[in-house]
């Protein structure tokens, strides 16, 4: 995929505690033509004991024009038809109750769907500016289009998201400037006019899981800002006799780095790579 990149990360004490399996892979193209990797997404499935969670991380249609939104929704049915996790026939692909592990995104248990959506504002870009001034996102989200999809149907019906109580994430003049695009007397010359949006966006699907911290970051990699979500969900364990396992600090973030990632940029911010780095080194 171009420009699409998941990264799972598990504590090594649930590693070394439960039993998980059946991690499998797919990646599905829905760019140019319908086929071509600038636009899709790459989903994980695994089950951790009796439950089984997939994570999706997506890149979908841009554009803000009247319609655009129909090309994204369009573009996640296609994941959702055309994502497939095939069974080996080995073992590993039943548990001890002999369920057979999902096929499909919504076989899973536990669905975490993330990335640079693109869904803009339904709202001409100075009212849109006026509320940003004014920080009432709550009357900004009611310009959303993926909320409307959301409440509407057109898209991921019965999802959930948490509420949105931050700033547009895009679009940024450059990615070291802290001023949306265009939208005024300092927009640079050539600059493209964008109505700022909260394009990277994070959603879940599934019963027995809370949502404890929704937020954006102030990370200068792009002209995107990366946004976070902390969660905590139950997973069932095979054995009647054993608790429930409560995992905690599921923290998907997205990133969208421009340049390179190999070291501290020339401005010294801290570049994917090095972040990385460091969370591991923390562990």
Not at 53 to 60: G, K, P, W
């Amino acid at each position: 995929m171009v420009g699409v990149f998941i990264s799972v990360w598990m504590n090594r004490k649930v590693l070394q505690k439960w039993r998980v399996s059946n991690v499998r892979v797919c990646s599905v193209a829905c760019g140019v033509m319908g086929y071509l990797g600038n636009k899709g997404s790459v989903a994980v499935s695994m089950s951790i004991e009796g439950t089984s969670l997939c994570f999706v991380a997506a890149h979908l249609a841009s554009g803000e024009k009247k319609g655009d939104e129909g090309r994204r929704n369009h573009q996640v049915a296609e994941i959702f038809r055309r994502t497939c996790f095939p069974r080996n026939t080995t073992k590993d692909d039943y548990d001890i109750n002999n369920h057979h592990h999902p096929l499909t995104i919504l076989g899973h248990d536990r669905i975490f769907w993330f990335g640079d959506l693109n869904y803009r504002l339904y709202l001409e870009d100075k009212h849109a500016r006026n509320l940003i001034r004014k920080q009432d996102w709550k009357g900004l989200h009611e310009f959303d289009q993926l909320q409307k999809e959301l409440e509407e149907g057109g898209v991921f019906e019965g999802w959930k998201e948490g509420n949105i109580e931050f700033a547009p994430t895009y679009k940024y003049s450059s990615s070291i400037s802290n001023r949306y695009c265009g939208g005024g007397l300092h927009t640079k010359s050539g600059e493209k006019q964008r109505t700022p949006a909260w394009c990277d966006r994070i959603l879940w699907y599934g019963k027995g899981i809370e949502q404890l911290h929704y937020t954006r970051s102030e990370i200068t990699f792009s002209d995107h800002r990366p946004v976070s979500a902390l969660f905590t969900t139950h997973i069932e364990i095979n054995s009647s006799a054993t608790p429930l396992l409560q995992l905690h600090k599921f923290q998907p973030t997205l990133l969208h780095p421009t340049h390179g990632v190999n070291k501290e940029d020339e401005d010294g911010n801290p570049t994917l790579l090095s972040l990385l780095t460091k969370d591991v080194q923390a562990c």
